[in-house]
T-cell receptor
């Protein structure tokens, strides 16, 4: 029972379709991270936010994803045009400053 | 650099023996080192962590050691049980920049009954 809520748990999209996933961070955690965990279990950092502001994102995220963390609404991560290589587990994590992460249960995306 | 190396990638041990996983990091500014356990189909869960002001920490059968000089930290699971079988990830976080964690590539631990 994670305190970080991610939806949906599973997502199936065709190539070229948009794929959107959401995350509600743990209460009181101002920092939100998105990671992609591939089939080899490797974590790839995608983007992070502090409150509503993007702190850092990788090139791929900037070009192909849109992400936001509006106040009083879930954070979201959307792939604008899904590719087969995007199939992975997308993990949202939140934290206080200088603290560990709380991970959500993840959204498992399959692009067919 | 921010890379975290984790070894071994696969570990099989007999029940009730010890299992050890080692990680090295590059960034000398790293000050927080958590360990996560991830079971199949589940999210990673924090099992133990250590901060840079400590060299050793133990929670029940889990021991973490930190050697800042060598930039190395390790997890030792004593008296392993089949329920300890899972993926284990180490991570390191710097207190500079945006506080990202840099994860090792994971160790698949199997405890043989």
């Amino acid at each position: 029972n994670s305190k970080v809520i991610q939806t949906p748990r599973y997502l199936v999209k065709g190539q070229g379709q948009k794929a959107k996933m959401r995350c509600i961070p743990e209460k009181g955690h101002p920092v939100v991270f998105w990671y992609q965990q591939n089939k080899n279990n490797e974590f790839k950092f995608l983007i992070n936010f502090q409150n509503q502001e993007v702190l850092q994102q990788i090139d791929m995220t900037e070009k192909r994803f849109s992400a936001e963390c509006p106040s009083n609404s879930p954070c979201s991560l959307e792939i604008q045009s899904s590719e087969a290589g995007d199939s992975a587990l997308y993990l949202c994590a939140s934290s206080r400053a200088n603290s560990d992460y709380t991970f959500g249960s993840g959204t498992r995306l399959l692009v067919i | 650099g921010e890379q975290v190396e984790q070894l071994p990638s696969i570990l099989r041990v007999q029940e009730r023996s010890s299992a050890s996983i080692n990680c090295t990091y590059e960034n000398s500014a790293s000050n927080y080192f958590p360990w996560y356990k991830q079971e199949p189909g589940e999210n990673p869960k924090l099992i133990i962590d250590i901060r840079s002001n400590m060299e050793r920490k133990q929670i029940q059968g889990l021991i973490v050691l930190l050697d800042k000089k060598a930039k190395r930290f390790s997890l030792h699971i004593t008296d392993t049980q089949p329920a300890d079988s899972a993926m284990y990830f180490c991570a390191a976080r710097s207190n500079t920049g945006y506080q990202n964690f840099y994860f090792g590539k994971g160790t698949s631990l199997t405890v043989i009954p």
